[in-house]
């Protein structure tokens, strides 16, 4: 194994990556910093998230830059804000020993105006989103004509993301002059255009095979109904007490409802997405870092090309549409050489997506079978036995208080005081497994066979029809409230409007969604007082509707009865189905032509 002073890295930037804790370099590393410190050598490195990419083109980058020139001699571009910072962050440790070079971060959701005021100052290395470089270069403050070097890191997710264009009008805005470095997890036809068009003679460097997950990586699926995946999630979350994790979501809506979800069931859980503010965002992942938060949900493009040490799982709620995007979900986790597992939920018309996976990534996923509650009750208490273990005790500090403490828990026995502390610490657990819905994983054949799911989907109906609505859980009543999915109100916004009008704290128990209503669970004492407060409550100008789930559906039956049966209560009860047919057409046929003269009426005043 090489040393970086062998791959030719100069003194200061060894001396800055020897703090960082940078001892020997990576494959990557290895393969690529050589090449890129002659010159005229374009590249394209295909190497997983986590194998060191950054460092791999960004200490050559940095060893070529002129510190007495303040002109621009080399751009790094990202496909999001997050990893734009995250690389600028890198870059500027790795050159904390070179006097004068400047790096310089720009892209959109910041102010415009401070980004222009350090550009005109002179950074000679810029890092970019596509999108705000070519405002800039519009501009006429991003002044490309001395760049020597252009990177494009995450090349494939640029290009997926419909980056495209932008990276054509960049790559025609700098010296044909250049060196060009192409840096991917996958490779794609788009990223092939892109290396014809753009790249001479270069040379393609593939560390580990082309488009495989990442080595170290355990690949899992559990098969569930599809309204049993948050249930699913649940289970393996609490089966891993000790996990921290990016559970993956498909869309913006999700990805948040998700998170309510384990916030409201007291998770230690975040949202990651494209609807939050910039500084939202910043805010989230420096407590994801900072493991303040456990499980961070996150879209595909937020948490795109997120540098996360230590990550145990990435849980992905249902596969991404793209085998790309897998690859880059997988990639998150078994990192420095250390293992990791990806663990998909999936439905049933997902089980093709694995065996497609399957075949790209040349890995098996193992079929697995979702815990049951006597486990991870066991797993959840050996971890607080654990914890209990390992507390360090100041003697020091609490000597003062602990007469007092003698004396108020005298009456206890030794027996009684650890029951009691693990009841505290592990009693959520027994409440909910106690009585936790049964999960029932679905049968498939590998070719997941039609007539096997519509067999079990018609078997699903049947329980439902013999079962009736859902029932709210022991001690708690079903409400019902006419705001939903199509009304922007998920979790949250249904818990923040009761706690509106209701005083006092309101223990809100599962809540279901659907497009045009929802349903909540509260305790049964308190529903009639929830009924009550919330008959006053208004959303704009619209009248909030809150009641007894049972009383909604039966007013609903009735107005559909009155409905159904409407048309038919003039005829005779001894009518045959066919008479009746003509009857009502004979009654209905002057009300049809009335409408049908008044809409020829209306067409010839429209057209006179």
């Not at 400047?102 to 892209?107: E, G, I, Q, R």
């Not at 493991?291 to 996150?298: D, F, K, N």
């Not at 990550?311 to 050489?337: F, K, M, Q, W």
């Not at 049966?565 to 009860?573: D, L, S, Y």
Request: proline residues 3%.
């Amino acid at each position: 194994m090489k040393t970086f002073e062998e791959l030719g890295v100069s003194e200061a930037i060894r001396r800055a990556i020897a703090e960082l804790g940078y001892e020997n370099p990576m494959p990557v590393q290895e393969e690529v910093i050589p090449y890129l410190l002659g010159v005229g050598n374009d590249v394209i490195a295909l190497a997983q998230t986590g194998t060191g990419k950054t460092a791999a083109y960004g200490l050559p980058v940095l060893q070529k830059v002129n510190p007495d020139d303040r002109r621009t001699q080399a751009v790094i571009l990202s496909p999001t804000r997050e990893l734009c910072l995250q690389i600028a962050g890198d870059l500027k440790e790795y050159s904390r020993y070179i006097d004068g070079l400047h790096v310089l971060a720009v892209y959109g959701g910041s102010s415009i105006e401070s980004q222009i005021r350090s550009l005109r100052k002179g950074a000679q290395v810029i890092v970019a989103t596509p999108g705000r470089l070519i405002d800039l270069m519009k501009r006429g403050v991003a002044r490309l004509d001395a760049v020597e070097n252009v990177v494009l890191d995450e090349a494939d997710e640029m290009l997926n993301m419909g980056f495209t264009e932008s990276i054509d009008e960049i790559l025609a805005g700098v010296p044909e002059e250049r060196n060009t470095l192409l840096f991917s997890a996958t490779m794609g036809k788009e990223i092939e255009r892109i290396a014809k068009t753009y790249l001479r003679n270069y040379q393609e460097i593939v560390v580990g095979s082309r488009n495989e997950g990442a080595e170290k990586v355990n690949h899992i699926y559990y098969l569930v109904h599809a309204k049993d995946k948050y249930l699913a999630l649940k289970r393996v979350v609490d089966y891993y007490p000790r996990i921290y994790a990016i559970i993956f979501c498909r869309t913006r809506m999700e990805t948040q409802e998700v998170a309510d979800l384990l916030i409201r069931d007291g998770y230690s859980a975040e949202a990651l997405h494209g609807d939050l503010s910039q500084a939202q965002r910043d805010l989230t992942m420096q407590k994801f870092r900072q493991h303040r938060t456990q499980l961070l949900v996150a879209t595909d493009v937020a948490a795109r090309g997120l540098d996360v040490e230590e990550l145990s799982h990435v849980i992905n709620y249902g596969l991404p549409d793209d085998v790309e995007n897998y690859t880059h979900r997988s990639g998150r986790t078994g990192r420095a050489g250390k293992r990791g597992t990806s663990i998909s939920i999936i439905h049933i018309r997902e089980k093709g997506k694995v065996r497609v996976i399957e075949k790209v990534i040349g890995k098996e996923f193992e079929a697995g079978t979702l815990p049951e509650p006597q486990e991870i009750c066991t797993k959840q208490l050996y971890r607080v036995m654990d914890e209990l273990e390992r507390i360090e005790v100041d003697d020091v500090q609490i000597a003062p208080f602990l007469p007092e403490i003698y004396r108020k828990l005298e009456w206890l026995t030794k027996e009684d005081l650890v029951k009691r502390i693990v009841s505290r610490e592990f009693g959520r657990f027994l409440n909910y497994y106690a009585n936790a819905p049964e999960i029932v994983q679905p049968t498939a054949t590998r070719n997941g066979k039609k007539g096997e799911r519509n067999e079990n989907k018609g078997e699903r109906r049947r329980a439902e029809r013999q079962n009736g609505p859902r029932q709210a859980e022991a001690g708690y009543k079903r409400l019902f409230i006419n705001l939903g999915k199509r009304d922007n109100y998920y979790a949250r916004e249904i818990i923040n409007l009761v706690n509106r009008y209701v005083k006092g704290k309101v223990q809100i128990g599962r809540i279901d969604l659907t497009t045009n209503c929802s349903f909540f669970e509260v305790p049964e004492a308190e529903a009639s007082l929830v009924i009550q407060k919330m008959a006053k409550a208004k959303v704009g100008e619209r009248r909030v509707v809150v009641d007894s789930a049972e009383r909604e559906q039966a007013s609903a039956g009735n107005r559909g009865g009155k409905e159904r049966h409407g048309r038919t209560k003039r005829f005779e009860a001894d009518a045959s189905p066919r008479d009746m047919k003509k009857k009502w057409k004979k009654e209905a046929a002057p009300e049809r032509e009335g409408k049908k003269k008044k809409r020829h009426e209306d067409w010839r005043q429209f057209f006179e």
